[in-house]
């Protein structure tokens, strides 16, 4: 007998892979739904090792999928919900133009729907697995609430991702877990930490929508990994809120509907608006406390006490970041964005409101006397109270960055504000340059050293002035002057010919030389250096020559900054005698 | 020959009903039925009369104000005017009085039946059927009503008690199956699907502090010259590109060009002058391969070639015994050989691993259009305004974020397809040319 003949890719890495032509053959389904199954599933193509080997000789590059993903979407009930949509499509195509109305209407009013619940618990097992995935949720929910209704999106979906999104943040105020915000020409980024996750999003400016062309973005795709985060995006709140206590469908116990706003709006509508402000408290449904103190353990074993000291002021100062704004009355101008400045403000424990025409929900006055901030985006004003700051938004992005409450001159209206600094930046980096203003913001000593160098400028620059005019006046007293100082040295070297006669000397005492310290701690180095061994004497070599290189970048920057600050003082100076000689 | 006056009446039979018909003179007959007709239309003639009918005294005012709600109540209340075809348009009777006409099932049914079911309907009995669908709605509606609707979320899918079929490590195999024998939940452990992340870029990358709306001199300085490194690299590129392609190639006119083309496309062809010579000169059939002759060894050459060989390989056995003695003198050649191709390769393998690490950060090929990735956004620095009221928005978040889901991995990049619209030939029917205006009509 001969043993029967292999087949060509009957195994190895031909046999692992599959073109989409033949995932969809496999399937039975058309591309479009192919599409939307795969990103509801979370499957992704594959590239294969070996391309030629993987697409079994085929030329070209095909997209490949693995034939086990294939396998593991065949099992999913949700094909036949999208075998039903087809069907259901083509009865309502064919009683529409048939002109079949009532049929037509029976068609639509038991319309097949997608659950989505199961493959949400199935990608993410466990709450902080859909935690860890929550950055492109958030950002493309943020995003599409901002939409008006399109073609190839859903009519409802932006008002549901509106809903959801408003609906975290204020479960994100409650947890008060905002940690950073950065204001970016293309939006806000906001940072917060939940469940010890990290979880970073952006929204859009407030800004009117603009068209898109649909050469370049996908809309239809877009709105099905949509279509997933809303439901996702709806359990987590679903299970944020109830870890805080609070109300799913968020309630309201402070606020309650006057007879004239009846018969204004009815209460969904009401509720709603309410959400919408993000002003008033969310009811809880205990009054307990939910979150107890979080002590760090002092017998942990791998950290060094060096590190559980770091982390205990970090976690200080995460405590005082959280009621960084308590006891702080807001009032927001017209002019402000409203939500982003509500939402952080309240993140931190401040009050705020705003005009009563410009959105609804607005807790106090202008005129209120207890006021101490008003932000305002302006640069004059004519009405003004003693009693409060007139500040521009960027102090409250930046004393959340800096974790403490900035001094507030700087942030005055109309004036030139200070540079609004990434927060996203490792603070860790000794390698690289980091500019004198995103030093101060994070140790208050810089800061010092800043504004006193800022000061001493100040006033060389006048005593400049004041040497120049004096100058003038001097160049005839200059010659007499050099007479004198050389007569003084003169008789200073009589005298030390003098000393070496005596032959008593007092003893000296033993002086340690300044740098034999460092000299031999620099021999002492290099003998260290020389125990690396063989092995690893390259890699350290690069490494030691990184470092140089990036030293000197840093040194680079640093006297570019010096030279264009000189500059910029001269011309500084230039103006002001300008000035002076018109005056 | 004498004209007779009047034409004599031809006589003519009227045996069948189709010559009577014919011979007959009925016109009398239907002009009077064709006045009744018309008669029976528009009414009686006008002579017959009287002035009562024919005038009518008005009394009413002229113009009647009817507000647009009235009119609009009288409109609702006339039958629609899609009825109007259905109405008889002539005053004519129909002439067939019973019209045949197919009763609904309510007209065919027994009169006796009827007043049974009536009698059984006041009673409270209903049909089986009956009963049935009034259950089946019931059955639906509340289906309809407890179905959670879209953006509706009561429940908490990450629930504790549902860990037991989850395969953790606390529980053996056996005891989840025991447990869950009577739960009615899957007692088969799917093997979970090792979720490979797609990529290990981050979903949201950092922004350059460079874009802030406010930035400082240096970060700011700092994006521009990224920005303007990568637009420089492009700009090298296309010049590369144009030199290596279009400035090779000397610019000839269409003249020349078409020229030259015909120069080319005649090389090699003999001139007509020199064919005849040829032609003349080897007429006669030749064979490009001549054909092989078997030519045989002679013994002897045979016997000398086996002698070669034996020697050959006698001297190839001395030459190997001769290396392996030499060899061993070689020794550390050998070895330092041996370590120059290791460390080559040792290299090698470093260098792979590092481009490894780097090709991790890049897009993965997935398709056959290449993924391009997006210009960094930034503020020119007249833009900056430095506040937030005038804040110039730059950069689409959509674009960025599909973009993104290209970057990692997660679709493949394509470009939109437009259905190509389908060539269609116009062509008017031989029937309906128009020619005769140029052929007959001229």
């Known amino acids: 007998m001969v043993a029967k003949r292999k087949k060509k890719y009957a195994s190895g890495e031909g046999a692992h892979f599959m073109t989409r032509k033949a995932a969809l053959k496999k399937l039975q389904l058309s591309l479009n739904d192919f599409r939307r199954l795969c990103i509801l599933k979370g499957i992704y193509p594959r590239e294969p090792r070996n391309r030629k080997r993987a697409q079994k000789g085929q030329a070209g590059i095909k997209t490949l999928y693995h034939v086990k993903d294939i396998q593991f979407l065949m099992h999913e009930p949700i094909i036949w919900r999208l075998r039903d949509y087809k069907i259901f499509n083509k009865k309502v195509g064919r009683a529409r133009a048939v002109k079949d109305f009532e049929s037509l209407k029976k068609y639509l009013n038991n319309h097949p729907t997608l659950k989505l619940d199961h493959i949400v618990k199935e990608r993410y097992p466990t709450f902080l697995d859909a935690l860890r995935d929550l950055d492109d949720c958030l950002t493309l929910c943020f995003l599409f609430s901002t939409f008006p209704s399109i073609a190839h999106v859903p009519r409802d979906q932006s008002a549901l991702c509106r809903r959801l999104t408003i609906e975290f943040l204020h479960a994100v105020i409650e947890a008060k877990a905002l940690r950073k915000v950065f204001v970016s020409i293309k939006g806000y980024y906001y940072q917060a930490e939940i469940k010890g996750e990290t979880i970073t999003w952006i929204v859009p400016h407030h800004f009117s929508f603009e068209p898109q062309s649909r050469a370049e973005v996908d809309f239809k795709l877009m709105s099905t990994f949509v279509e997933f985060y809303t439901v996702m995006l709806g359990f987590i709140n679903f299970r944020l809120y109830h870890s805080l206590n609070l109300f799913y469908p968020p309630k309201f116990s402070v606020v309650s509907q006057n007879d004239d706003e009846k018969s204004i709006v009815d209460e969904e509508v009401f509720v709603s608006e309410r959400v919408a402000a993000l002003n008033f408290p969310v009811s809880k449904t205990s009054s307990g406390e939910e979150e107890e103190e979080v002590e760090i353990d002092t017998f942990s074993t791998e950290d060094t006490p060096e590190k559980i000291e770091e982390a205990k002021i970090e976690a200080e100062k995460i405590k005082n970041l959280k009621g960084l704004f308590k006891g702080l009355k807001f009032f927001i101008n017209r002019e402000v964005p409203r939500e982003p400045l509500v939402f952080i403000i309240r993140c931190f424990g401040g009050e705020v409101s705003w005009d009563k025409l410009l959105f609804v929900g607005a807790s106090f006055d202008e005129n209120d006397e207890s006021v101490t901030h008003q932000i305002v985006d302006r640069p004059s004003m004519d009405k003004q109270f003693i009693s409060r700051y007139y500040i521009q938004p960027q102090w409250v992005f930046d004393s959340v960055n800096a974790r403490q409450l900035l001094p507030v001159n700087k942030y005055f209206m109309g004036e030139v504000l200070p540079p609004h600094l990434s927060p996203f930046i490792d603070k860790s980096r000794d390698q690289q340059y980091i500019p004198p203003e995103e030093k101060a913001l994070y140790d208050p000593e810089a800061l010092e050293e800043l504004h006193k160098k800022q000061e001493t400028d100040d006033e060389s620059e006048e005593e400049e002035q004041e040497d120049e005019k004096l100058e003038a006046e001097d160049s005839e007293k200059v010659d007499e002057d050099e007479e004198d100082t050389e007569d003084e040295e003169e008789e200073e070297e009589g005298e030390s010919t003098k000393k070496k006669k005596l032959k008593v000397t007092p003893g000296e005492v033993y002086k340690e030389v300044p740098w034999e310290k460092s000299k031999q701690e620099r021999q002492e180095y290099k003998l260290r250096e020389k125990l690396v061994k063989n092995k690893h004497r390259k890699l350290y070599k690069s490494m030691m020559a990184g470092r140089q290189q990036r030293a000197k970048e840093i040194w680079l920057l640093r006297k570019k900054r010096r030279l264009h600050e000189e500059k910029q003082k001269e011309e500084r100076k230039k103006k002001k005698k300008v000035e002076k000689q018109t005056t | ?442």
């Open chain 2, 1 to 442: 020959m004498a004209k007779p006056v009047m034409k004599k009446k031809k006589r003519v039979s009227k045996k069948s009903k189709l010559s009577w018909r014919k011979h007959v003179n009925i016109n009398d007959v239907e002009e009077f039925l064709e006045d009744q007709r018309l008669e029976e239309r528009l009414g009686p003639p006008l002579e017959t009369l009287t002035d009562d009918q024919l005038f009518k005294v008005d009394v009413e005012p002229s113009k009647q104000t009817v507000s647009s709600k009235e009119r609009k109540r009288k409109r609702f209340l006339e039958p629609p005017r899609c009825f109007a075809v259905l109405q008889p348009h002539t005053k004519v009777p129909d002439p067939i009085r019973k019209r045949n006409r197919v009763r609904t099932k309510e007209e065919r049914k027994n009169d006796l039946i009827k007043k049974k079911e009536a009698e059984n309907r006041a009673k409270g009995i209903w049909k089986h059927r009956e009963l049935q669908a009034i259950r089946d709605q019931k059955v639906n509606e509340e289906r309809k009503q407890n179905d959670p609707k879209r953006g509706e979320f009561v429940q908490n899918i990450w629930d504790a008690d549902d860990q037991l079929t989850e395969n953790n490590g606390w529980f053996s195999k056996n005891t989840v199956k025991h447990n869950l024998a009577g739960t009615g939940k899957i007692r088969k452990t799917v093997k979970d699907l090792k979720k490979i992340k797609s990529s290990v870029l981050p979903t949201i990358e950092m922004p350059h502090p460079g874009m802030s709306y406010n930035p400082s001199y240096d970060d700011h300085q700092d994006l521009l010259k990224t920005v303007a490194e990568k637009e420089m690299k492009i700009i090298k590129e296309e010049e590369h590109l144009n030199r290596v392609t279009r400035d090779m190639f000397s610019k000839v006119t269409a003249k020349k060009r078409d020229s030259m083309w015909l120069q080319e496309m005649s090389q090699g062809l003999q001139s007509a002058s020199t064919n005849d010579n040829d032609n003349e000169s080897d007429s006669e059939y030749k064979a490009l391969n001549p054909p092989t002759k078997n030519k045989k060894k002679t013994l002897q050459q045979r016997r000398k070639q086996q002698e070669q060989m034996q020697l050959e390989l006698l001297k190839r056995a001395a030459k190997l015994s001769k290396k392996k003695i030499s060899d061993i003198h070689q020794l550390k050649t050998l070895n330092k050989q041996i370590d120059k191709t290791e460390s080559k390769a040792k290299i090698l393998r470093e260098r792979r691993l590092k481009n490894l690490l780097l090709k991790k950060k890049e897009p993965k090929r997935l398709s056959a259009i290449k993924f391009e990735e997006t210009e960094l956004d930034f503020n020119m620095g007249p833009d900056i305004t430095g506040n937030l009221r005038s804040l110039k928005k730059e950069g689409n978040l959509l674009t960025e974020r599909f973009k993104s889901l290209q970057k990692r991995n997660v679709i493949e990049p394509s470009v939109r397809r437009r259905r190509k619209k389908s060539k269609v030939k116009v062509y008017t029917k031989p029937g309906h040319k128009e020619d005769w205006i140029t052929t007959v009509a001229r």
